[in-house]
């Protein structure tokens, strides 16, 4: 009963001092906030990550220039290298392709050449598409449906014909079905043959977003480049009754004794880009909670100064009522309540917060959070135990006070 009490006064006392209350919870809400926001951004992009690998790469190993992460002796990956986390070429060729078809395993091998230069359509340029240049079974490989037309043959691979990403047909040709539409690249007049299906998109990764892509046949982009073609990765199909896992090291083994014991390269499995994306954002998103978690030690600091001058201004109700019987211990619990209100309701309100920016995330962005119910709970214990903690010193202070001296401020 007498709890019940104290929560009454506690609430009694934020609603008079409104604005000053929220100030005080301000810098629990953020904390709660950004924790939640964070991690659920984290849980969703390994979710994402993961229904990308299993719809478009279920079956393919990857292979990619730069030193992408680190294995131990039992090909478990153990530290990622962010720097080359952006899309890079150079270290991988098609000499690469070569030896790795000749590895027992190995379905296919799919060269990705990345073909730069300026795409314009109608008169008008189209900044946000990438132009790869790569052979005839990428679709077959991928697995991925195509929404209207096809995909051009082994006998296009020396024909100026595309197939374009589902953003491209609408964002660029302003259309569902630009079939047999023609655009410039590189001073050449290309023909689309096909739009594919929406892919799967997996924000914050290394994957490209094919749904801004326009695919050439090889020995066209080839020809384009000039020189030897930029391979930003090879796509490795696996035949279905070998190990991915022994194939990747035969492709280690063989790659790295081409290039004369030089690990410039990475050989990825695609389950195992949920755990490369999963490592590369906790790296990221570690620094953001550590930067919360201090914001919610600000926030208990804050709310502890600000009970302290409570007590000071609420002198004479605290000597009033030890005048009419209210011992040390009950004094106490009244303002170590208060405190524990205030960082309660700045949780709940850090949480409102969380809830509406995931929910903008999904609106406006292609990201996915995903509310994580062991990390909310932890954020509204976390925030009560900090103002539980913060509280101790005004309570005891309050409890402290002599009665006498107490009703002289009157």
Do not use: C
């Given at each position: ?150 995909f051009y043959g082994d006998v296009d ?90 194939v990747v090291r035969a492709i280690d ?12 390269f990475t050989v990825l499995r695609s ?140």
């Open positions: 009963m007498m709890m019940v009490d104290h929560m009454r006064m506690a609430r009694n006392s934020i609603r008079a001092n409104r604005f000053r209350s929220f100030l005080t919870m301000l810098g629990v809400i953020i904390g709660v906030a950004s924790v939640v926001t964070v991690v659920g951004i984290g849980e969703g992009i390994k979710h994402q990550v993961n229904r990308q690998s299993e719809t478009v790469t279920k079956n393919i190993i990857s292979v990619r220039p730069g030193r992408i992460a680190e294995r131990d002796g039992n090909g478990v990956i153990t530290r990622i290298n962010i720097l080359p986390a952006s899309i890079q070429t150079g270290s991988i060729t098609l000499n690469d392709a070569k030896e790795i078809e000749l590895i027992d395993g190995v379905e296919r091998v799919v060269p990705m050449a990345l073909v730069s230069g300026t795409v314009k359509y109608d008169n008008k340029e189209y900044g946000g598409a990438t132009v790869i240049a790569t052979k005839h079974d990428f679709v077959d490989t991928v697995s991925q449906k195509i929404d209207f037309g096809g691979k020396e024909k100026r014909v595309a197939v374009i990403g589902k953003s491209i047909a609408e964002d660029f040709f302003g259309e569902v079905v630009p079939i047999g539409k023609t655009f410039t690249f590189r001073d050449q007049e290309y023909i689309v043959r096909g739009v594919f299906e929406q892919f799967p998109i997996a924000p914050l990764t290394q994957n490209m977003n094919y749904n801004s892509t326009i695919f050439i046949p090889e020995n066209v982009g080839y020809n384009l480049s000039g020189s030897k073609p930029q391979l930003y990765e090879l796509l490795v199909s696996v035949k279905p009754e070998y190990d991915k896992q022994s083994q063989r790659i790295k004794s081409v290039h004369g014991g030089q690990e410039d389950d195992e880009m949920s755990i490369l994306t999963s490592k590369t954002f906790t790296l990221v998103s570690s620094t953001t909670v550590l930067i919360a978690i201090i914001s919610l030690l600000v926030g208990g600091i804050g709310i502890m100064n600000v009970m302290l001058v409570t007590v000071s201004e609420r002198a004479r109700e605290i000597g009033i009522r030890k005048a009419v019987g209210a011992s040390n211990s009950q004094i106490k619990w009244q303002f170590l309540t208060e405190s524990m209100v205030l960082s309660f309701w700045g949780s709940l309100s850090g949480l409102l917060v969380a809830g509406i920016v995931m929910l903008l995330l999904r609106i406006f962005t292609n990201l996915e959070p995903v509310v994580n119910l062991s990390v909310v709970i932890f954020a509204i214990i976390g925030s009560v135990v900090i103002g539980t903690v913060f509280g101790v010193a005004p309570a005891r202070k309050a409890a402290r006070k002599d009665p006498i001296d107490s009703l002289r401020s009157m």
